[in-house]
């Protein structure tokens, strides 16, 4: 019996390696077509579920089911999706065809000639489906039941200010009969009545805002250019009453809207001011339901505004909860340019200063920003006072959910420290409380480098000090810092932090609902501390330490933005996400934090849980569940135990090779416990021998149950290509020790690949490692010290250190200085201090080195690694006739954002790594490359003699 079930085992596994290997390998042809989930959401009861589905190239789709599985919906094309708050309504915006969008671009047709979006209302209750549109945009209320506004171009009617009420069902804009544009269109917002189907027409509408709870749409008309008929200004409809009004007059910019939470206040920024002012002149405006218009409530003369200061225009309004404060920005007023100038009789420069507090390329790039930034102010109703809370020295007010509470806090950073962030990885900070009644500031922290948190209460203050590892609580009552964690033998700060700066906290799981203590993560587990100091209680009771299981809380943002999410139910189990940092397991847990010994394990998986989200009450949850051969799929649950699946969104993944991933773990030479992931075809044979490829960045096997797609790369390797199509791909984990980041991947990766390549299934000779950014970095060094790579792919790595530790990141403007003393580059000391280290990590000073063919990706506009770093690596080595080839891809960033360069270096890889490890003939690019006159003409994929 035993002989016979071993048998037919034995001719299972041969029929299932058999079917594998019929299996067709995934080609470029195959990416376009996988999909993935986006946008899903729970109803507020959790009684509907509904999500997008999107091809990377062509039409997506929007489904609406119920708990059950059952398709209630489904919108071809679908964007977007809303359900209405009583969810009775299902809205969708409708897109264009994709195919009508691409001969739209190939014409080069004008913005207000490509096809449109309409939008689709369906009546669960009815399953009547409507169609509106054409239109530019859409909105809802927050809390929306009846109505949806959407702006569309129509024929300009006679009497262009009327307003105009019909119940004929616009037009489906997905239809393509053809007929004659209309002489002159107008442009119309339309509040469509989602029960009855009755419209609203409001001609020349500019800007529109619905209130949160549906009473009001607010909504602004420009008017001709002479306003004779005095149209422009911003008016209010009500939405019960059907009755429109005007509560501001004239043309101008209306904007940041708002309402207090009851919709009793309405408070807008407008600028009337001429169209051609070098200035604008922002006004705040009240309006509440007694008065007809609304009136100036602040403007740059009120009493409170600093000299030469102004109401921001560019800041959002906010009430308080109860409605008696208003949040605002002031700014200085600006310099006016002086348009007498003529502008090619003068010099355009940049003047740097060595003491400007920061560097030049950074204030370029944030000179937009500069010019929008506000400073926090507040408007007491009942005092009628305006009270500056913080000015150009102070960083923005953090403030609680419902900002009814007196104290707010603040940070100052001193010039001194603004000028050392140019080296230093973080910035100490000056801590002050402000009072919002006020405006007085009170220093409660100096020099902090670290976390200032707010409770929800705004009665304390958790401070995290880097350089102690500790935390501690500021009381506001009592105006004294107390100990949490000190004295605590585990360390709050993160323990694997190999970088040469201070680590930071694992951060907070949770504020007790009482209001008495605040829950924070170790490494492993949650502690409770007291704010009295009192009480510091480990309330995983050691368990994630002794089993090397990261236990975090699974917070759930309330659809109620008053409501703090972070808030701990204690009466409620609450629950954990899990991660076995031994089997790279994830999984779920709950505890009662009102009962001692309560965690219990739900489930731990050989997969990972991601996309969480519940609905209201935390009943039911949808999330995706993955593997490497597992696609995220959505599923719903109730308990974590048992999992609805919703969808099977790429059920080709069957139909081709795909593949395993496996945990390997070795000793490397030093005698370092190291672990990386294994990848293997699915039609593996361990009789033959494969070609390898290592890909490596810092740490992987975290990511040993992710599933990866296969879609164009932005420049890494695409791991489920190449294992499909007959690679062994090889993820080792890197520990760094400071100072020697090169030795470091050196003594991870070559040991790793050198410890896979005692199996005979592994081709010794043929290996192959790829990295971009900083594991492009360590390509370049790893090929100046071995010549064990028969070929090697670099992105975007840098090569010298010493001139890349004087660059620029310019995306940011920074400084790249703190990349190599305090970060990833881990250097640790100043190229003055210790310039032998800065050298002995450089690559491009032992390209001399170099046997192993190598192939470089740098773009024209990396935002963070200088592209004449790439340069320089390419350069010496064409110098020392060294085979190496470099693409610029014109215009794309850091990793290739533009979908058809991630095609083409997808296809490159796969050319480049088929030519020096299959033996298989190689593209023209790589044999003769292409010439700048033949740029555009031909792109050297084809393969000649």
Not at 494 to 517: C, F, H, Q, R, V
Not at 909 to 926: E, M, N, R, V
């Amino acid at each position: 019996m035993k002989e016979k079930f071993t048998s037919a085992a034995l001719l299972l596994l041969i029929a299932a390696a058999s079917q594998a290997q019929q299996k067709p390998p995934i080609g470029h042809d195959a990416f376009d077509s996988w999909k993935s989930i986006s946008t899903q959401t729970l109803s507020p009861s959790g009684k509907y579920i509904y999500y997008s589905i999107s091809p990377q190239e062509g039409d997506a789709v929007t489904e609406l089911k119920d708990q059950q599985n059952n398709l209630l919906y489904r919108r071809e094309r679908g964007a977007m999706p809303r359900l209405t708050q009583d969810e009775k309504f299902f809205l969708s915006s409708v897109k264009p065809y994709f195919k009508e969008t691409r001969e739209a671009k190939i014409k080069k047709k004008k913005p207000d000639e490509m096809p449109k979006d309409s939008l689709a209302v369906f009546n669960i209750v009815t399953k009547e489906t409507i169609n509106l549109g054409p239109i530019k945009g859409w909105k809802t209320a927050r809390l929306s039941k009846s109505f949806v506004a959407y702006q569309q171009e129509l024929d300009l009617p006679s009497k262009q200010d009327t307003t105009t009420k019909t119940a004929d069902k616009p037009a489906d804009s997905t239809k393509t009969a053809a007929r004659k544009a209309p002489a002159k269109k107008e442009s119309v917002l339309i509040l469509y009545n989602l029960a009855t189907k009755d419209t609203v027409q409001l001609w020349k509408a500019d800007t529109y805002y619905f209130d949160d709870n549906e009473k009001y749409l607010v909504f602004s008309k420009k008017g001709a250019d002479k306003d004779t008929t005095n149209i422009a200004g911003l008016y209010v409809y009500d939405l019960n009453n059907k009755t429109q009004k005007k509560i501001s007059n004239g043309k101008g910019t209306y904007k940041n809207i708002n309402f207090d939470d009851l919709s009793q206040r309405l408070v807008f920024a407008a600028d009337k001011s001429p169209e051609k002012a070098l200035t604008k002149d922002f006004k705040i405006y009240n309006f509440n339901w007694q008065t007809d218009t609304a009136h100036i409530l602040i403007d740059k003369n009120s009493n409170g505004i600093p000299s030469n200061w102004y109401v921001s225009g560019d800041a959002n309004l906010s009430f308080s909860a109860d409605g008696k404060k208003l949040f605002l920005g002031l700014a200085p007023i600006p310099k006016v340019k002086d348009t007498t100038l003529v502008e090619f009789e003068h010099a355009k420069v940049d003047i740097w200063h060595w003491q400007d507090d920061y560097l030049m390329t950074q204030q370029l790039v944030n000179v937009g920003r500069e010019r929008a930034r506000s400073f926090d102010a507040v408007y007491n109703f009942q005092s009628q006072k305006l009270i500056p809370l913080v000015d150009e020295d102070y960083g923005r007010l953090s403030t609680t959910t419902t900002s009814n509470e007196e104290w707010a806090i603040t940070s100052r950073i001193s010039k001194e420290n603004r000028i050392a962030t140019q080296w230093s990885y973080g910035a100490p900070q000056d801590i002050f409380l402000v009072s919002t009644i006020n405006g007085s500031k009170k220093l409660i922290k100096e020099n902090l480098l670290g976390q200032a948190i707010l409770s929800p209460k705004s009665e304390q203050v958790m401070f995290f000090d880097m350089e102690k590892g500790t935390w501690s609580v500021y009381n506001i009552n009592s105006q004294q810092e107390i100990p949490l964690s000190q004295g605590i033998n585990v360390s709050f700060a993160n323990e694997e932090n190999d970088m040469p700066t201070l680590a930071n906290s694992y951060g907070i799981a949770g504020w007790a609902e009482d209001g008495k203590g605040v829950y924070v993560h170790d490494r492993y587990d949650i502690w409770y501390f007291s704010f009295d100091g009192k009480t510091k209680n480990n309330v995983t009771n050691g368990f994630g330490r002794e089993n090397k299981i990261v236990l975090r809380t699974q917070l759930f943002r309330n659809t109620d933005p008053r409501v703090p999410f972070n808030v701990l139910n204690t009466k409620k189990p609450l629950l954990l996400t899990s991660f076995n940092e031994l089997t790279k397991e994830n999984g779920f847990f709950n505890i009662n934090l009102s009962k001692k010994n309560s965690l219990k394990e739900i489930i731990q998986s050989k997969n990972s849980y991601k996309r969480l989200i519940s609905n209201e009450k935390n009943s039911i949850f949808a999330l995706t569940r993955e593997n490497y051969v597992e696609y995220p799929d959505l599923y719903l649950t109730k308990d974590f135990s048992t999992f609805n699946k919703l969808t099977d969104i790429n059920p080709q993944q069957k139909n081709y090779n795909w593949g395993t991933a496996e945990l390997v773990k070795w000793t490397t030479p030093k005698g370092y416990a190291a672990e990386g992931i294994l990848y293997k075809p699915e039609d593996f044979e361990p009789n033959k021998k494969y070609p390898i490829i290592a890909y490596f960045y810092e740490t992987h096997t975290e990511g040993l149950y992710n599933y990866h797609e296969p879609a164009p790369t932005p420049s890494r390797l695409m791991i489920s290509y190449f294992v499909s199509n007959g690679y062994l791909v090889f993820s080792p984990d890197i520990r760094y020790q400071t100072g020697y980041p090169g030795q470091a991947a050196e003594e991870y990766i070559n040991s790793g690949m050198k410890y896979l390549a005692q199996n005979a299934w592994v081709d010794e000779t043929k290996m192959a490692i790829q990295g971009q950014s900083w594991g492009g970095y360590q390509v370049a060094h790893l090929i100046t010290r071995t010549n064990m790579y028969a070929a090697a792919w670099t992105g975007a790595p840098v090569v010298n250190m010493t001139s890349a530790y004087g660059g620029i990141r310019w995306q940011s403007g920074m400084s790249r200085q703190f990349q190599y003393e305090k970060s990833q580059s881990r250097l640790g000391a100043t190229l003055w201090e210790n310039r032998d280290l800065y050298i002995e990590n450089s690559p491009l000073f032992f390209m001399d080195k170099v046997t192993t063919p190598v192939a470089i990706m740098h773009n024209d506009n990396d935002g963070a690694v200088p592209w004449y770093q790439g340069i320089e690596m390419f350069t010496a080595l064409r110098r020392l006739q060294k085979p190496v080839w470099l693409l610029n891809y014109n215009g794309d960033d850091h990793n290739l954002i533009q979908r058809q360069n991630r095609k083409d270096i997808q296809k490159r890889q796969a050319q480049f790594f088929d030519h020096f490890l299959k033996g298989k003939p190689a593209a023209d690019w790589i044999k003769k490359g292409i010439k700048a006159v033949d740029k555009g003409i031909e792109w050297g994929l084809e393969i000649t003699d």
